[in-house]
């Protein structure tokens, strides 16, 4: 009786610790159950045996190895390390399973403005991604996400030097085109200005840790954000030191980002009281028939604050305002009042008692029906 109750425990300690049907963190590099193992020390050939399980010095090489259309998750156990790499993930059901979120990094450090490869032509915000992901059911465990362009060097050189970066734009993750059904644990996803962009399908993040100070969680995809720390970087302003989100959701999406209990802090004690703003209102420029170029009207932002701690760095106000062009190229804005932004049950010493034009809070109805099942679409991600 001793040896089952034993064997039992063992049983539930194991299981309780399975991610994506996988074992994770600190366990063996030589266990069957990841597909192929990804060292930044291996010396070997690409996808020669070590200890019996695939090993490739680089996450590209892996990912290029991976099967085209796997129905099940393939599994990438990343040892630790400086993954130094611009990494597409284009297959779907990958799986990356960092060994320690801390010191396990993948990382680049081009911003939209940089040029490619000495040529005229810049990245872009999008295309600066250090990690993306194209393709559906994606996951990852126990990383970090940077994006390495050096934002405060850029920004602190002076607007008649050449060498500064107009658009320092320099996204760490990026979720576009075919991304669906992402689930994102205990991760990091660091970076300054539009650190995290999920442009497309659903993402569930948990136990994350995002930094940036300037729009850095935006897009047009749907994210729940489950106990999160969301980190404002200090830029030593006394009175504006960022925007946390900028969301473009569609209209026809009821939700866009959605986060629950989660931590809105800033990275240092010493940043200015009321001084960044808890989102504003994204519409991005869009090409329409005839080849009009205008700010995009169905990308209605849609974020949601929900039983969150705010930080005194949280501004009163709650939202800006955020500018586009119409199609003779005027300067238009858009308002806080006419997007879909809200909050509810907010805590700390960022949050308000009375809701306002600009800070609108979520009646008790909408907060009942706003589940991960409703912003997910359907989709569970505990499954």
Same mark, same amino acid.
């Given at each position: 009786? +001793?040896?089952?109750?034993?064997?039992?425990?063992?049983?539930?300690?194991? *299981?309780? #610790?399975?991610?994506?049907?996988?074992?994770?963190?600190?366990?063996?590099?030589?266990?069957?159950?990841?597909?192929?193992?990804?060292?930044?020390?291996?010396?070997?050939?690409?996808?020669?045996?070590?200890? %019996?399980?695939?090993?490739?010095?680089?996450?590209?090489?892996?990912?290029?190895? !991976?099967?085209?259309?796997?129905? /099940? /998750?393939?599994?990438?156990?990343?040892?630790?390390?400086?993954?130094? +790499?611009?990494?597409? @993930?284009?297959?779907?059901?990958?799986?990356?399973?960092?060994?320690?979120?801390?010191?396990? /990094?993948?990382?680049?450090?081009?911003?939209?403005?940089?040029?490619?490869?000495?040529?005229?032509?810049?990245?872009?915000?999008?295309?600066?991604?250090?990690?993306?992901?194209?393709?559906?059911?994606?996951?990852?465990?126990?990383?970090?996400?940077?994006?390495?362009?050096?934002?405060?060097?850029?920004?602190?050189?002076?607007?008649?030097?050449?060498?500064?970066?107009?658009?320092?734009? !320099?996204?760490?993750?990026?979720?576009?085109?075919?991304?669906?059904?992402?689930?994102?644990?205990?991760?990091?996803?660091?970076?300054?200005?539009?650190?995290?962009?999920?442009?497309?399908?659903?993402?569930?993040?948990?136990?994350?840790?995002?930094?940036?100070?300037?729009? #850095?969680? #935006?897009?047009?995809?749907?994210?729940?954000?489950?106990?999160?720390?969301?980190?404002?970087?200090?830029?030593?302003?006394?009175?504006?030191? %960022?925007?946390?989100?900028?969301?473009? *959701?569609?209209?026809?999406?009821?939700?866009?980002?959605?986060?629950?209990?989660?931590?809105? $802090?800033?990275?240092?004690? +010493?940043?200015? /009281?009321?001084?960044? #703003?808890?989102?504003?209102?994204?519409?991005?420029?869009?090409?329409?028939? %005839? %080849? @009009? $170029? $205008?700010?995009?009207?169905?990308?209605?932002?849609?974020?949601?604050?929900?039983?969150?701690?705010?930080?005194?760095?949280?501004?009163?106000?709650?939202?800006? $305002?955020?500018?586009?062009?119409?199609?003779?190229?005027?300067?238009?804005?858009?308002?806080? +009042?006419?997007?879909?932004?809200?909050?509810?049950?907010?805590?700390?010493?960022?949050?308000?008692?009375?809701?306002?034009?600009?800070?609108?809070?979520?009646?008790?109805?909408?907060?009942?029906?706003?589940?991960?099942?409703?912003?997910?679409?359907?989709?569970?991600?505990?499954?």
């Amino acid at each position: 009786m +001793e040896k089952t109750l034993i064997t039992s425990l063992l049983v539930v300690l194991t *299981t309780s #610790f399975v991610f994506a049907g996988y074992t994770p963190n600190k366990i063996s590099s030589t266990t069957s159950k990841y597909n192929v193992i990804v060292d930044s020390n291996f010396t070997g050939t690409n996808g020669s045996n070590e200890d %019996g399980t695939p090993t490739y010095k680089t996450l590209t090489a892996a990912v290029d190895e !991976a099967p085209k259309s796997s129905t /099940k /998750k393939y599994v990438i156990y990343i040892k630790d390390g400086t993954y130094y +790499e611009k990494v597409i @993930i284009d297959k779907p059901n990958i799986s990356l399973l960092g060994e320690d979120m801390n010191k396990t /990094k993948l990382t680049y450090d081009v911003a939209s403005g940089t040029k490619k490869n000495g040529t005229t032509t810049t990245y872009g915000t999008s295309d600066s991604a250090s990690v993306s992901v194209i393709a559906p059911n994606f996951s990852a465990k126990n990383l970090t996400f940077e994006n390495g362009f050096d934002y405060p060097k850029n920004k602190s050189k002076a607007n008649t030097d050449t060498t500064k970066l107009k658009d320092p734009q !320099a996204v760490a993750l990026k979720f576009d085109k075919e991304s669906d059904k992402a689930y994102i644990n205990d991760c990091k996803i660091t970076g300054y200005q539009d650190t995290l962009l999920s442009n497309a399908g659903t993402q569930y993040y948990s136990n994350c840790t995002i930094t940036g100070c300037i729009d #850095f969680i #935006f897009g047009a995809g749907q994210g729940f954000f489950k106990n999160c720390d969301i980190v404002s970087i200090d830029m030593n302003s006394p009175s504006l030191n %960022g925007y946390i989100t900028a969301a473009s *959701t569609n209209i026809k999406n009821k939700y866009g980002f959605v986060f629950y209990k989660c931590n809105i $802090k800033a990275e240092s004690k +010493e940043i200015a /009281k009321d001084s960044v #703003f808890l989102g504003r209102p994204w519409h991005p420029t869009t090409t329409f028939a %005839g %080849g @009009i $170029k $205008k700010a995009n009207p169905d990308a209605i932002g849609s974020v949601i604050y929900l039983d969150c701690n705010l930080g005194s760095h949280i501004k009163t106000v709650g939202w800006d $305002k955020m500018s586009g062009k119409d199609q003779d190229q005027n300067v238009i804005w858009f308002t806080p +009042e006419e997007s879909r932004f809200y909050e509810y049950g907010s805590q700390g010493s960022g949050s308000v008692k009375t809701a306002s034009a600009t800070r609108k809070f979520l009646s008790a109805a909408d907060v009942k029906a706003c589940t991960e099942n409703t912003v997910l679409n359907g989709w569970n991600p505990q499954q």
